[in-house]
């Protein structure tokens, strides 16, 4: 089955960390960017952090660079997101999403989402 599953979200005090995982399964995970997304409530969706093939390459939101790192085993088919020092404002659904440009199927691909709250 052609998926992406985000997992280790959940309720975190200011301050502290959570680290978030995205599972690929049915795709050549390999050959794709990997980035993350999240979405605070009436907020559009934004790009948090992203991660080319071979790991070569990682940008980051301005908001988060230096908090949070993305990394990806391409032998376990994952990408992680670790978050430190996290912020009320770090709240949102955050997703996972895989893009590439070569001739393959799918050409991208969106996660279910899984939820961060940062709150006291």
């Known amino acids: 089955q052609v998926q992406l599953v985000e997992s280790g979200g959940g309720l975190v005090q200011p301050g502290g960390s959570l680290r978030l995982s995205c599972a690929a399964s049915g795709f050549t995970f390999k050959f794709y960017i990997m980035k993350w997304y999240r979405q605070a409530p009436g907020k559009e969706r934004e790009l948090v952090a992203s991660?080319?093939?071979?790991?070569?390459?990682?940008d980051y939101a301005a908001s988060v660079r230096d908090r949070f790192t993305i990394s990806r085993d391409d032998a376990k088919k994952t990408v992680s997101l670790q978050m430190n020092s996290l912020k009320p404002g770090d709240t949102a659904v955050y997703y996972c999403?895989?893009?590439?440009?070569?001739?393959?199927?799918?050409?991208?691909?969106w996660g279910q989402g899984t939820q961060v709250t940062v709150s006291s």
């Open positions: 999403y895989a893009l590439t440009q070569m001739p393959v199927v799918p050409s991208d691909l």
């Open positions: 991660i080319t093939p071979f790991s070569e390459r990682t």
